[in-house]
Structures are given as C-alpha cells and as structure tokens.
C-alpha cells in the first residue's frame, strides 16, 4: 500500500494541494498567453478533460495585461509563469493569477522580491519556487560538476531560505530534471528536509511516446514512495494529453480513480474480434462519463470472461459470438457488429438509472 508522505496545505485559486488532498493533475498551455482567446480556448480543452490547475507563460506586460480576461473565462485556477521580472509578477497578482511559478533568488534586489512577496501575501497566492536542471546557478554548477540531485536541492532550498527570510511560507516546490533518477533522487532528498507540497515532473520528457514513459516511469516511482502532491506530464504534444497521462499514472496507483478506465487485452492469434478498434471506440464514447466506472475489452474465452467478470462492464470475444457482462455477470451474447452498441445501451441505462434516482 501506498502511504504518502503528508505535508502542508497550500490552496491555490479554491484548490488544496498538499495534506491527504488528492494528487492534483496540472497541465501548461503552449498558445501565445497574449492571445487570451486562443488560450482560453485551450484552457477549456483542458478543463473538459478534468485538468485542475493550469498554468501560462508570462513572458511580456502584455501577456500579463490579459491574465484578467482568461481568468474571468475559465474554471479553474490559474498560475503564472515568470522569469526574473517582478513587475510581471505584481501585475499577474492585480490581474488575478492564484499562484505565481517564479525563483525569489533569480528575481534581483532584495527590494523587489519584498515587493511580490508582500503582494503574495495580501492575496494569498502561494509562490512555486521551481527548480530544473537546465538553470542551477553557476557556483552550484562549479561545485558539483553538473545538475546533480545534490545540486538542484540546494538551488530550490536557497530559494525557500528567501522567502522563509520574509516570513513566507505558502511555498510549493519543484526539482526537475530531463533525467528520470536524478530528479527522483532530487524529490526524494528534498521530500525529507521540507514539508511543503510538491509539484513533481520530468521536464522536457519529450514527445509522446518518450514523454509518456519516462514521466511514467520517474513520477510512478515517486509516487509510490508516497512523495508528489500535483503533478505535470510535460509533453511536446497536445497538453491536453499531459492531463489524459497524468490521471492514467494516477489510476495505475490507484491514487485517483476519475472517470472510465478501459481494461483491454493485447490481443493475439486467439482473438475472434477487432479488440483494437473496439477499445479504442469505447474509450472514445465514455471518456467524458464523470463516473468511476470500468470497462474490460478482451478477444477471447482464455481471460475475457475472467477479466470482463471483475469490470464493470465488459466484452469478452468468444467463437460463436461475443459475451457482454456486467457487474460480473453474462447479460447477453451478441454478434460482434452488434456488441459496441449493446454495452453503449446498458452503460447508459445503469448510469441513467443512477443520475434518476437522485432526482
Ligand atoms: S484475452 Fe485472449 S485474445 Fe486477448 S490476448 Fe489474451 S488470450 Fe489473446
């Protein structure tokens, strides 16, 4: 069993990351922010595939001009990216961000991160202080050789040292790197001198495929070890892609169950129906059914019955036709053209039923 590491609560925009609050699944859009339609745009993707917290580069005044219009369009809470410019960061405050993603100690005089903390603090925004390889400060650098996990944690903890300095505390932290064991080393090491929530990821994990297993691979190993509060998939891809993996490496640890898990088979040379296209089309159908529901796709009597018995719902293919099952027991047998829309028409009755009876 999973046990995680409890740490502090932070919220951010209504949302609570941190404590026993579930995993948060974050994404990043990639529009041009200053084009507030075309983001907002995305940002609704994103939503409509259950992302809760998005962020936005802020890399201009004019990007930051707008964060107020994309605010007052979407639903969920938004955080702004900045680098080094604080005025950035104080107009993304007045504008209305809930969290802002930037390094006190890359921001300059000490007058101007007084400035955006004291602002932080009026709003109550939290401050990501977010670490990557790519930017540990060159002494660290000299003193290691390279981004080592030693490296980025004494990075991210100089930056905590500032604004623990000021008297700030509503602090969440990242450490990533492109390289899976150096930034599970990372999180791990720092998990155990800081108590503040963390934002796990691999960062420029690559396309999808790559993406797709080394965050899988780095973020499953961290959250079994019971560390990561909310989590990035960074993919050069479709971010609403990142979110569609982050809640699949969620579900494989059973640490969030949202919406309908498809259980299908590999398929092989004793598999009597198209096994790929079906669960291909049945995950298309139910992927926006808000319920936790699951649904075993499989080509033959060798495990289909078995595994379609312990979903939900289920389609085990057979010689002479196709067994559908629910709650583990045989409604039917159908012919293959006919399965997709015989467990569509149960799916949806037992749902409905459900939605009914609470009035
Ligand atoms: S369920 Fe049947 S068809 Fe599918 S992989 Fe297993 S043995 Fe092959």
């Not at 919406?259 to 004793?270: E, H, L």
Request: aromatic share 6%.
């Amino acid at each position: 069993m999973i046990r995680r590491k409890v740490r502090k609560v932070v919220e951010i925009g209504g949302i609570q990351i941190g404590g026993e609050f579930p995993i948060r699944v974050q994404s990043m859009t990639n529009t041009p922010t200053k084009d507030w339609a075309k983001t907002v745009s995305q940002i609704k993707r994103l939503e409509d595939v259950g992302c809760e917290i998005v962020r936005i580069s802020v890399p201009d005044e004019e990007s930051a001009r707008v964060i107020g219009k994309i605010k007052s369009r979407i639903s969920i809470p938004l955080v702004a990216d900045i680098h080094f410019d604080y005025r950035l960061a104080l107009i993304s405050m007045e504008e209305g961000v809930d969290k802002l993603r930037i390094n006190p100690g890359n921001i300059g005089a000490r007058q101007k991160v007084e400035r955006v903390v004291e602002k932080a603090k009026e709003y109550s925004i939290p401050i990501r202080i977010g670490v990557n390889s790519g930017s540990v400060p060159r002494d660290l650098l000299e003193k290691y050789g390279f981004p080592t996990s030693d490296a980025l944690v004494e990075a991210a903890l100089r930056h905590v040292k500032i604004l623990e300095e000021l008297d700030f505390y509503n602090i969440v932290i990242s450490l990533k790197s492109s390289d899976v064991i150096r930034t599970v080393d990372a999180y791990e090491k720092v998990s155990e001198v800081v108590d503040y929530p963390l934002h796990i990821g691999i960062t420029e994990a690559g396309t999808f495929l790559r993406g797709t297993v080394f965050s899988s691979v780095g973020l499953g190993v961290l959250l079994f070890n019971g560390i990561g509060d909310t989590l990035r998939v960074s993919l050069t891809d479709d971010p609403v892609r990142e979110v569609e993996v982050g809640f699949a490496i969620l579900k494989s640890l059973k640490l969030r169950s949202a919406g309908v898990d498809v259980i299908s088979c590999p398929t092989c040379a004793r598999c009597h129906v198209d096994v790929i296209e079906l669960a291909k089309k049945v995950e298309e159908e139910f992927k926006s059914v808000g319920k936790n529901i699951t649904i075993a796709v499989m080509g033959c009597e060798v495990n289909g019955p078995g595994e379609a018995r312990e979903a939900d719902y289920g389609i085990a293919g057979g010689k002479n036709g196709v067994l559908v099952f629910k709650k583990g027991k045989i409604v039917k047998k159908v012919r293959y053209e006919e399965c997709f829309d015989f467990l569509k028409k149960i799916i949806e009755e037992k749902e409905n039923e459900g939605s009914n009876s609470k009035g």
